[in-house]
Every structure is written in structure tokens, then in C-alpha cells.
């Protein structure tokens, strides 16, 4: 049974550019949770996906944004980035009928030069 | 909004020994989940406990316990028997309850344990 997949592993990009990171959940979940986690800091919700919708949101700008398909994989979108905009993006799957506990992915590192 | 402090940026533990992690929390709910995830170098953030609010008893992982204080908003991580392949960053995480929503964690900045052979 795979776990919470992520690509690409790592991500080099230029300010400005615009960047998609993919998350694959683990079987059987059908929720979706994004996370940022800059270095030496834990990991800050960006928003969350259930029923392709985004569910929740938290503090961060409308340069993020998301979508999730039927399969319930999910993307996250980031526009006009920013030097500080260089962190691990994190994904984190829950099942519907246990979703206390969010199982995680091993991250995208996106370094913005 | 919830806030969780882990005031230790750095502990370290011979192989073997017993050590005790820390995490404080701010919270005016009173029915919550707690967590303690563990990231190794491989950067996967892997569940390591967790404790229901609920619950008045400690929850136990094999060699990981916690001691949960919930009138003083405390929950500590002891890992017993330590092993080297213990060392990782150590991130203590609040969730609100499910029926407020799908309610995502908040997480603290994280313990660094460094375990001596």
C-alpha cells in the first residue's frame, strides 16, 4: 500500500516564476492538506482539499492556490515567487473516517534563486 | 488560536538513556488531539503518538509515552531505550476537534534530538 507521494523530489526556480508541486494521497483518503515548513521552523498550513473544493485556508497569500481532481490527487500552485517562498512544501492525506491523524508525504524542497 | 511551544531547540541523549521532550500549548477548547511527529533527515514527517484530549490516560507507543497534563496545557515526549536511529527533529502538533471541520495542525518549531553512541 503506497504512502503520501510528492513531485518533484526538488525544485529550482527564479523569482517571478510560477511553480505546480503534485501530491499523490495515500489509498483510500480523500482529504488533502498542504503545508509549508521554511528551514528550522515546523510546518505552516497553507489550505486543505476535500470534495475538490478547498475546505480551509490559512494565512497565506492568493499567489497559493490548489486543486484536487476526482482521484483526490492534488496540486499546489505558486505565482510570482519570492525568495521566501523557499521552503519544503509538505502534503498530508487523511482517511474520511479517521481524520484525527494526517499521514505525510516526503516533501518537495523548492529553493527560489 | 492555538499556539504550541517547544522551548528545548536542541536535546541530546547517550543510546540507551531515557529522555524527555518538551511541548506546552495554548488552546481555550477543551476537547483536542495532540501529536508528536518525528522528521528524520529523509525529511518524511512520521506519526510517532498521539493523545486525545478526552483521555485521561497517557498514551503509550512502545518506547515512546507521553506525559499529558492537561490542566497545565503540557505534553511531554519521553523516548525510552534511546537508539541512534531516534535522532530527528521532533515536532509536537494541536488539532481541533473533527466536528469543527477537517481542522489542520498547528505545529510547534521543533526539538533537534542527537542521540551518542
Known amino acids: 500500500d503506497a504512502g503520501v507521494t510528492q513531485s518533484p523530489t526538488h525544485l529550482i526556480k527564479t523569482r517571478g516564476q510560477q511553480v505546480t508541486l503534485r501530491c499523490s494521497p495515500k489509498s483510500g483518503h480523500d482529504t488533502v492538506s498542504w503545508y509549508q515548513q521554511a528551514l528550522g521552523q515546523g510546518p505552516q498550513f497553507i489550505f486543505q482539499?476535500?470534495?475538490?473544493?478547498?475546505?480551509q485556508r490559512g494565512n497565506f497569500p492568493d499567489r497559493f492556490s490548489g486543486h484536487q481532481f476526482p482521484n483526490y490527487s492534488s496540486e499546489l500552485n505558486v505565482n510570482a515567487l519570492l525568495l521566501g517562498d523557499s521552503a519544503l512544501y509538505l502534503c498530508a492525506s487523511s482517511p474520511p473516517d479517521n481524520t484525527d491523524t494526517q499521514y505525510f508525504g516526503p516533501g518537495t524542497r523548492l529553493t527560489v534563486l | 488560536a492555538q499556539t504550541v511551544t517547544q522551548s528545548q531547540p536542541e536535546m541530546s541523549v547517550q543510546e540507551a538513556e531515557t529522555v524527555t521532550l518538551s511541548c506546552t500549548y495554548d488552546t481555550s477548547e477543551s476537547d483536542y488531539y495532540l501529536f508528536w511527529y518525528k522528521q528524520p533527515p529523509s525529511r518524511q514527517m512520521i506519526l510517532v503518538i498521539r493523545q486525545e484530549a478526552y483521555k485521561q490516560q497517557n498514551a503509550t507507543e512502545n518506547r515512546f509515552s507521553v506525559n499529558f497534563q492537561k490542566a497545565a496545557k503540557s505534553f511531554s515526549l519521553k523516548i525510552s531505550d534511546s537508539q541512534l536511529g531516534d535522532a530527528a527533529m521532533y515536532f509536537c502538533?494541536?488539532?481541533?476537534?473533527?466536528?469543527?471541520?477537517?481542522?489542520?495542525?498547528?505545529f510547534g518549531k521543533g526539538t533537534r534530538l542527537s542521540v551518542i553512541a
Open positions: 502538533a494541536y488539532r481541533s476537534p473533527f466536528f469543527t471541520g477537517n481542522t489542520p495542525l498547528v
Open positions: 482539499y476535500y470534495e475538490e473544493e478547498e475546505r
